[in-house]
Nanobody, 124 residues
Framework: QVQLVESGGGSVQTGGSLRLSCVVS???????MAWFRQVPGKEREGVAA????????YYAPRVKGRFTIAHDSAKNTLYLQMNSLVPEDTAMYYC??????????????????WGRGTQVTVSS
């Protein structure tokens, strides 16, 4: 059973940075881990994903070049470094895991494990 606990959210001004962390317990090799975000009234949006077996990284166009996903296997922790934040990045951010590579790693379909989320607020 995989369990995910996020931390690191907060409030920053435009142009600021935050690093989100997700402790992944029950981790096994060969899973896809990802960060999603959601604002009220909108669908959950894939931000970045990582498939460890292939060391493959996936980013949504809106965050590519600003956000970096990383995994520390020794600490069983997934990170999302977010730089050059803008108000449009304001959302609840969720960590997710799936037992294999998803056909589209940035879609929430097939991710069976989710954290409770951490709020990120970017003010102008």
């Amino acid at each position: 059973q995989v369990q995910l606990v996020e931390s690191g959210g907060g409030s920053v001004q435009t142009g600021g940075s935050l690093r989100l962390s997700c402790v992944v317990s029950g981790y096994t090799y060969g899973i896809t881990m990802a960060w999603f975000r959601q604002v009220p009234g909108k669908e959950r949006e894939g931000v970045a994903a990582f498939y460890d077996r292939a060391a493959a990284y996936y980013y949504a166009p809106r965050v590519k070049g600003r956000f970096t996903i990383a995994h520390d296997s020794a600490k069983n922790t997934l990170y999302l470094q977010m730089n050059s934040l803008v108000p449009e990045d304001t959302a609840m951010y969720y960590c997710a895991a799936a037992p294999s590579l998803r056909p589209d790693p940035l879609r929430p379909d097939g991710y069976g494990y989710w954290g409770r989320g951490t709020q990120v607020t970017v003010s102008s």
